[in-house]
């Protein structure tokens, strides 16, 4: 238990369609991050919030991704027109302190 | 430069051997320095951290740091072929950005 829940744990979707992800955490965490990672790779960071505000947004990120943690608990990542490239593990995570992170399972994307 | 360079992979070490990771960072601001393990199929998981120069041992693991020279190592004593996966270097960078870059990963196989 890494104290994240995600869901869906596996999404198929076609090109062009628009899907949402969502992160619960099982006890308030002040700080919750979304990452990308595509095989081979390692994870690239997506986003960051401190509570319901949007700290960070990595420049990589296309205007079609959008992320929101409303109420500051749970939250969303919504990708619209997706692409054949946006076909990844989409993790969500906590930290104590800057490094210690603390992922989900991870919802798959694939893209048709 | 990256911020984070992995000894490249992959790395095949017989059962019983030491598995020796490595990794050098370009931030000389680094205070802290994080290992992840991430088998097939899952989401990354932290293993070791370490803040000072010198060792650092957990079980079979020993983290090193060398700030000087800019380079973390893990070692695996006695390697198990549960040690199989893709072993994740992470600096988190001086300051207050929460942004982590991850390598690639170095992938582990130890051989029965």
């Known amino acids: 238990d890494t104290g994240v829940s995600q869901d869906p744990r596996h999404k198929i979707t076609k090109r062009g369609q628009n899907v949402t992800f969502r992160c619960d955490p099982i006890?308030?965490?002040?700080?919750l991050y979304w990452y990308r990672q595509t095989l081979g790779q390692g994870p690239e960071f997506l986003t960051y919030?401190?509570?319901?505000?949007?700290?960070?947004k990595s420049r990589l990120l296309s205007d079609r991704f959008s992320a929101e943690r409303p109420k500051g608990s749970f939250s969303t990542l919504e990708i619209q027109r997706t692409e054949q490239g946006d076909s990844a593990m989409y993790l969500c995570?906590?930290?104590?302190?800057?490094?210690?992170?603390?992922f989900g399972e991870g919802s798959r994307l694939t893209v048709l | 430069q990256k911020e984070v360079e992995q000894n490249s992979g992959p790395l095949s070490v017989p059962e019983g051997a030491i598995a020796s990771l490595n990794c050098t960072y370009s931030?000389?601001?680094?205070?802290?320095f994080f290992w992840y393990r991430q088998y097939s199929g899952k989401s990354p998981e932290l293993i070791m951290f370490?803040?000072?120069?010198g060792d650092k041992e957990d079980g079979r693991f020993t983290a090193q740091l060398n700030k000087a020279s800019q380079y973390v190592s893990l070692l695996i004593r006695d390697s198990q072929p549960s040690d199989s996966a893709t072993y994740l270097c992470?600096?988190?960078?001086?300051?207050?950005?929460?942004?982590?870059?991850f390598g690639s990963g170095t992938q582990l196989t130890v051989l029965p």
């Open positions: 919030f401190q509570n319901e505000a949007q700290l960070e």
């Open positions: 006890s308030e965490h002040n700080r």
């Open positions: 931030d000389r601001g680094s205070q802290s």
């Open positions: 995570a906590w930290d104590r302190v800057p490094g210690e992170l603390f």
């Open positions: 992470v600096a988190p960078p001086s300051g207050s950005a929460r942004q982590l870059t």
């Open positions: 370490i803040y000072s120069n």
